[in-house]
């Protein structure tokens, strides 16, 4: 991949996001290998599982053409900066795990500060020139070879399925419309999430 490639990226990733920051920068990364692995999607062959909700995930998905509305960007919630690619016409995948250190190692000034105001966020002297340092850091982090920031882990579980279209159902508490696979049965009532969340917490 050449620079003017990367550049190219970069540029799409940060359109897409509104700047730049480490946490696009990581995404940005973690897209190209995910690309070398298993391409460009194309009508859904190719979907992403992301343990976060960072900045990264952005990238990922103005750069593989995952996303949420398609069904083949799956968020699972472990606050994990891990992301597994697949493709699923020949199961090529790869899992991505950003290397703990690596943010220290590229630039240990903005590690430090950064950690040292998410201690303390009334530390004005760590927040001070924050966005500038964050700012150099994502250049750092782009200016890195992708493999060196993230470990490669065993993909343990076979691609997501393909999104479906379900039937919808009305909450019987709430009278709106709700996809059937969504819906809770409670004292023989078919209701939405919220709605069985608020009913049970009363029992």
Partial sequence: MTTGDVAAMTARAV????????GLAIGIQAARIGLAVCGHDADEDVAAVAETDMCAVDAI??????????GN?????FGKNAFTFYRRSDAAAVRLVLNPDALRAIDPEFAARREAANRDPANAAAREGLPELARRCAGRILECD??????????AAP????????SS????????SVMESRTRRFAGQTLCIPCFAAVEQKV
């Fill in 146 to 155: 992708p493999q060196a920031l993230f470990d490669r882990t065993p993909v």
């Fill in 61 to 70: 998905q103005a750069l593989l053409g995952c996303t949420f509305g398609k």
């Fill in 15 to 22: 359109d897409f996001h509104g700047h730049m920051c480490p």
């Fill in 169 to 176: 159902l009305l909450c019987q508490g709430c009278g709106e």
């Fill in 159 to 166: 691609a997501p399925r393909r999104a479906a279209i379900l």
């Fill in 73 to 77: 960007l799956i968020h699972r919630d």
